[in-house]
T-cell receptor
Framework: GAGVSQTPSNKVTEKGKYVELRCDPI?????LYWYRQSLGQGPEFLIY????????DSGLPNDRFFAVRPEGSVSTLKIQRTERGDSAVYLC?????????????FGQGTRLTVV | AQKVTQAQTEISVVEKEDVTLDCVYE???????LFWYKQPPSGELVFLIR??????QNEISGRYSWNFQKSTSSFNFTITASQVVDSAVYFC?????????????FGKGITLSVRP
């Protein structure tokens, strides 16, 4: 596709359940980012991939959160034992890796609601 | 630690008015990038402008212009002759150092409403 695609667009899950959120970046973009946006706040960085490896996972809040990008393209953000506080919009972005300060292109996000 | 402050939370203007969105940042880095993103109701963050810390020249791009002042750590954004389609949440963001693909620190955003 032309842009960053995230699925599902909405996810409602029960507290304690496991969820997976998918991100399909722009073709050719080697850098991929996950951000979390709570209501009324700006996006907060979670993790950044360069190719298949997590170059910076300093934003992951705890060990319930994990992300993978096994083939350097699609990424999955995994949340175990979900809590109500995990409810937010999860944004994925991608960018080219060969330009300084290049802008990131964002998807429309997955709205996660934990009930 | 990096920090971006957008003191304005909501701004409402009438169409064709000019509007300036304020942004103040804090960083220990000597080199960095600053960005403005727009988030319409659809939710997707749309890139608007980027400025590196070396270049304080202010520019105009269509109806958008920005005023970067390193001495006051401010990066303000102006929309000239606002239109209803400009209604959105606007985020200022700061990169971590002047390197490729660094993570961004965002402000809380400013909700702009442009009335017909």
């Amino acid at each position: 596709g032309a842009g960053v695609s995230q699925t599902p667009s909405n996810k409602v899950t029960e507290k304690g359940k496991y969820v997976e959120l998918r991100c399909d970046p722009i073709s050719g973009h080697t850098a991929l980012y996950w951000y979390r946006q709570s209501l009324g706040q700006g996006p907060e960085f979670l993790i950044y991939f360069q190719g298949t490896g997590a170059a910076d996972d300093s934003g992951l809040p705890n060990d319930r959160f994990f992300a993978v990008r096994p083939e350097g393209s699609v990424s999955t953000l995994k949340i175990q034992r979900t809590e109500r506080g995990d409810s937010a919009v999860y944004l994925c972005a991608s960018s080219l890796a060969n330009r300084e300060g290049t802008e990131a292109f964002f998807g429309q996000g997955t709205r996660l609601t934990v009930v | 630690a990096q920090k971006v402050t957008q003191a304005q939370t909501e701004i409402s203007v009438v169409e064709k008015e000019d509007v300036t969105l304020d942004c103040v940042y804090e960083t220990r880095d000597t080199t960095y990038y600053l960005f403005w993103y727009k988030q319409p109701p659809s939710g997707e963050l749309v890139f608007l402008i980027r400025r590196n810390s070396f270049d304080e020249q202010n520019e105009i791009s269509g109806r958008y212009s920005w005023n970067f002042q390193k001495s006051t750590s401010s990066f303000n954004f102006t929309i000239t002759a606002s239109q209803v389609v400009d209604s959105a949440v606007y985020f200022c963001a700061l990169s971590e150092e002047l390197r490729a693909n660094s993570k961004l620190t965002f402000g809380k955003g400013i909700t702009l409403s442009v009335r017909p």
